[in-house]
Protein backbone atom coordinates (compact mmCIF):
# COMPACT_ATOMS: atom_id res chain seq x y z
CA UNK A 1 0.00 0.00 0.00
CA UNK A 2 2.89 2.22 1.31
CA UNK A 3 4.61 1.63 -2.42
CA UNK A 4 1.12 2.63 -4.05
CA UNK A 5 0.95 5.79 -2.28
CA UNK A 6 4.56 6.85 -3.00
CA UNK A 7 4.13 5.98 -6.66
CA UNK A 8 1.01 8.42 -7.00
CA UNK A 9 2.41 10.93 -5.10
CA UNK A 10 4.39 12.52 -7.15
CA UNK A 11 2.04 12.79 -10.18
CA UNK A 12 -0.77 13.46 -7.88
CA UNK A 13 1.54 16.66 -6.28
CA UNK A 14 2.35 17.95 -10.08
CA UNK A 15 -1.07 18.04 -10.96
CA UNK A 16 -2.02 19.99 -7.62
CA UNK A 17 0.68 22.55 -8.41
CA UNK A 18 -0.30 22.71 -11.70
CA UNK A 19 -4.11 23.17 -11.14
CA UNK A 20 -3.23 25.86 -8.28
CA UNK A 21 -0.36 27.56 -10.91
CA UNK A 22 -2.67 27.53 -14.31
CA UNK A 23 -6.19 27.48 -12.70
CA UNK A 24 -5.78 30.12 -9.89
CA UNK A 25 -2.47 31.90 -10.38
CA UNK A 26 -1.82 32.67 -13.76
CA UNK A 27 -5.44 33.68 -14.19
CA UNK A 28 -5.59 36.35 -11.14
CA UNK A 29 -2.22 37.16 -12.46
CA UNK A 30 -3.48 38.87 -15.59
CA UNK A 31 -6.99 39.93 -13.90
CA UNK A 32 -5.02 42.24 -11.69
CA UNK A 33 -2.44 43.27 -14.57
CA UNK A 34 -5.69 44.19 -16.39
CA UNK A 35 -6.94 46.04 -13.80
CA UNK A 36 -3.52 47.88 -12.92
CA UNK A 37 -2.99 48.89 -16.58
CA UNK A 38 -6.31 48.71 -18.80
CA UNK A 39 -8.72 49.01 -16.28
CA UNK A 40 -11.54 50.52 -18.76
CA UNK A 41 -11.57 47.94 -21.38
CA UNK A 42 -10.97 45.14 -18.44
CA UNK A 43 -14.45 46.19 -16.77
CA UNK A 44 -15.57 46.07 -20.42
CA UNK A 45 -15.36 49.81 -21.83
CA UNK A 46 -18.45 50.70 -19.93
CA UNK A 47 -20.20 54.46 -21.04
CA UNK A 48 -21.82 56.57 -17.98
CA UNK A 49 -23.70 59.38 -18.04
CA UNK A 50 -24.11 61.27 -14.55
CA UNK A 51 -22.66 58.39 -13.09
CA UNK A 52 -24.98 56.31 -14.53
CA UNK A 53 -24.18 53.14 -17.05
CA UNK A 54 -25.24 53.35 -20.46
CA UNK A 55 -23.89 50.97 -22.35
CA UNK A 56 -20.77 49.17 -23.82
CA UNK A 57 -18.34 51.06 -26.38
CA UNK A 58 -18.25 47.78 -27.75
CA UNK A 59 -21.71 46.31 -27.39
CA UNK A 60 -24.64 47.28 -29.64
CA UNK A 61 -27.96 48.33 -28.66
CA UNK A 62 -31.39 49.00 -30.09
CA UNK A 63 -32.40 52.80 -30.91
CA UNK A 64 -35.87 52.75 -31.28
CA UNK A 65 -36.03 56.67 -30.63
CA UNK A 66 -36.52 58.40 -34.21
CA UNK A 67 -33.95 61.15 -33.13
CA UNK A 68 -30.85 58.41 -32.67
CA UNK A 69 -29.29 56.47 -35.12
CA UNK A 70 -30.00 52.79 -35.59
CA UNK A 71 -27.69 49.90 -35.95
CA UNK A 72 -27.37 47.21 -38.13
CA UNK A 73 -30.28 44.27 -37.77
CA UNK A 74 -29.30 41.72 -34.60
CA UNK A 75 -30.56 37.92 -34.33
CA UNK A 76 -30.92 38.22 -31.00
CA UNK A 77 -32.48 41.68 -30.88
CA UNK A 78 -29.45 43.13 -29.18
CA UNK A 79 -30.33 40.74 -25.76
CA UNK A 80 -33.11 43.07 -25.10
CA UNK A 81 -36.68 42.16 -23.26
CA UNK A 82 -39.66 43.24 -21.87
CA UNK A 83 -40.13 42.27 -17.96
CA UNK A 84 -42.87 40.28 -19.33
CA UNK A 85 -41.07 38.24 -21.59
CA UNK A 86 -38.71 37.82 -18.29
CA UNK A 87 -41.46 36.61 -16.52
CA UNK A 88 -43.03 34.20 -19.00
CA UNK A 89 -39.91 32.92 -19.92
CA UNK A 90 -39.65 34.33 -23.38
CA UNK A 91 -36.19 35.73 -22.73
CA UNK A 92 -33.77 32.63 -22.50
CA UNK A 93 -30.84 35.05 -21.17
CA UNK A 94 -27.92 36.69 -22.78
CA UNK A 95 -26.95 35.08 -25.69
CA UNK A 96 -24.91 35.97 -28.81
CA UNK A 97 -24.88 34.74 -32.56
CA UNK A 98 -26.68 35.11 -35.73
CA UNK A 99 -29.50 32.77 -37.93
CA UNK A 100 -26.93 31.65 -40.38
CA UNK A 101 -29.62 31.56 -43.15
CA UNK A 102 -28.67 30.64 -46.33
CA UNK A 103 -29.20 33.46 -49.49
CA UNK A 104 -31.83 31.21 -50.88
CA UNK A 105 -33.95 31.06 -47.35
CA UNK A 106 -37.54 32.19 -47.47
CA UNK A 107 -37.06 33.67 -44.25
CA UNK A 108 -33.91 35.50 -44.75
CA UNK A 109 -35.57 37.45 -47.79
CA UNK A 110 -38.74 38.26 -45.71
CA UNK A 111 -36.61 39.68 -43.23
CA UNK A 112 -34.62 41.78 -45.26
CA UNK A 113 -37.59 43.19 -46.59
CA UNK A 114 -38.89 43.79 -43.14
CA UNK A 115 -36.01 45.75 -42.38
CA UNK A 116 -35.81 47.09 -46.04
CA UNK A 117 -39.53 48.60 -45.55
CA UNK A 118 -38.96 49.94 -41.84
CA UNK A 119 -35.93 51.76 -43.13
CA UNK A 120 -37.13 53.24 -46.06
CA UNK A 121 -40.92 54.45 -43.71
CA UNK A 122 -37.77 56.24 -41.27
CA UNK A 123 -35.91 57.99 -43.85
CA UNK A 124 -38.16 58.72 -46.96
CA UNK A 125 -35.41 60.11 -49.23
CA UNK A 126 -33.21 57.28 -49.37
CA UNK A 127 -34.49 54.85 -52.46
CA UNK A 128 -34.03 51.39 -51.71
CA UNK A 129 -30.85 51.11 -53.85
CA UNK A 130 -29.35 53.10 -51.72
CA UNK A 131 -29.05 51.53 -48.56
CA UNK A 132 -26.00 50.23 -47.52
CA UNK A 133 -25.67 46.77 -46.89
CA UNK A 134 -24.97 46.49 -43.54
CA UNK A 135 -27.99 47.97 -42.38
CA UNK A 136 -30.04 45.18 -44.01
CA UNK A 137 -27.43 42.48 -43.27
CA UNK A 138 -27.30 41.35 -38.91
CA UNK A 139 -23.85 40.58 -38.02
CA UNK A 140 -22.21 37.38 -36.66
CA UNK A 141 -22.66 38.30 -33.23
CA UNK A 142 -25.87 40.35 -33.14
CA UNK A 143 -24.39 42.60 -30.75
CA UNK A 144 -22.13 44.97 -33.58
CA UNK A 145 -22.04 48.14 -31.79
CA UNK A 146 -20.63 50.19 -35.34
CA UNK A 147 -22.08 50.51 -38.83
CA UNK A 148 -19.94 51.57 -41.77
CA UNK A 149 -19.65 55.49 -42.72
CA UNK A 150 -22.04 54.64 -45.70
CA UNK A 151 -24.61 53.85 -43.10
CA UNK A 152 -24.45 56.27 -40.82
CA UNK A 153 -24.36 59.30 -43.85
CA UNK A 154 -27.43 57.91 -45.34
CA UNK A 155 -29.34 57.93 -41.90
CA UNK A 156 -28.50 62.40 -41.41
CA UNK A 157 -31.39 63.72 -43.49
CA UNK A 158 -33.73 61.83 -41.26
CA UNK A 159 -32.06 62.18 -38.07
CA UNK A 160 -31.67 66.68 -39.37
CA UNK A 161 -35.28 66.01 -39.33
CA UNK A 162 -36.18 64.52 -36.20
CA UNK A 163 -33.76 66.20 -34.03
CA UNK A 164 -33.77 69.74 -35.52
CA UNK A 165 -30.11 69.80 -35.86
CA UNK A 166 -27.90 70.68 -38.63
CA UNK A 167 -26.71 68.40 -41.16
CA UNK A 168 -23.59 69.94 -40.89
CA UNK A 169 -23.65 69.08 -36.89
CA UNK A 170 -24.87 65.59 -37.40
CA UNK A 171 -21.52 65.23 -39.72
CA UNK A 172 -19.60 66.54 -37.17
CA UNK A 173 -20.87 64.17 -34.55
CA UNK A 174 -20.54 61.11 -37.20
CA UNK A 175 -16.85 62.06 -37.67
CA UNK A 176 -15.97 62.27 -34.32
CA UNK A 177 -17.04 59.03 -33.66
CA UNK A 178 -16.03 57.06 -36.88
CA UNK A 179 -12.69 55.02 -36.58
CA UNK A 180 -10.26 54.92 -38.83
CA UNK A 181 -8.60 51.41 -40.48
CA UNK A 182 -6.19 50.06 -37.77
CA UNK A 183 -2.61 51.47 -38.67
CA UNK A 184 -4.47 52.73 -41.89
CA UNK A 185 -4.17 49.06 -43.33
CA UNK A 186 -6.60 46.60 -41.66
CA UNK A 187 -10.15 46.55 -41.59
CA UNK A 188 -12.43 49.57 -42.66
CA UNK A 189 -13.55 52.82 -41.22
CA UNK A 190 -16.30 52.63 -38.81
CA UNK A 191 -18.40 54.55 -36.80
CA UNK A 192 -19.55 53.74 -32.93
CA UNK A 193 -23.52 53.84 -32.97
CA UNK A 194 -23.94 54.59 -29.13
CA UNK A 195 -21.01 57.34 -29.23
CA UNK A 196 -22.99 59.12 -32.29
CA UNK A 197 -26.31 58.79 -30.15
CA UNK A 198 -24.65 60.07 -26.79
CA UNK A 199 -23.50 63.51 -28.40
CA UNK A 200 -26.85 63.74 -30.00
CA UNK A 201 -28.47 63.00 -27.04
CA UNK A 202 -25.93 65.62 -24.90
CA UNK A 203 -26.68 68.56 -27.38
CA UNK A 204 -30.70 67.88 -27.05
CA UNK A 205 -30.69 67.82 -23.21
CA UNK A 206 -31.47 64.01 -22.95
CA UNK A 207 -28.22 63.51 -21.20
CA UNK A 208 -26.26 66.16 -19.16
CA UNK A 209 -23.05 65.02 -19.24
CA UNK A 210 -21.03 61.61 -19.74
CA UNK A 211 -17.63 60.29 -18.44
Known sequence: MLEVIKRFKRPFLVTIFFL??????????????????????????????????????????????????????SAVDY????????????????????????????????????????????????????????LLTASGSGLDPQISPAAAAVQIPALAQNTGLTEDVLKDIVAHNTQDRFLGVFGEPTVNVLGVNLQIGQILGIFDGQD
Open 20 to 73: LLCGLGYPLLLTGLSQLIFPVQANGSIIKVDGTAVGSKFVGQDFSDPRFMKGRP
Open 79 to 134: NTYTQEQKDDGTYSGVSSGSKNYSATNPELAERVENDMNTFLAANPTIAKEDIPTD
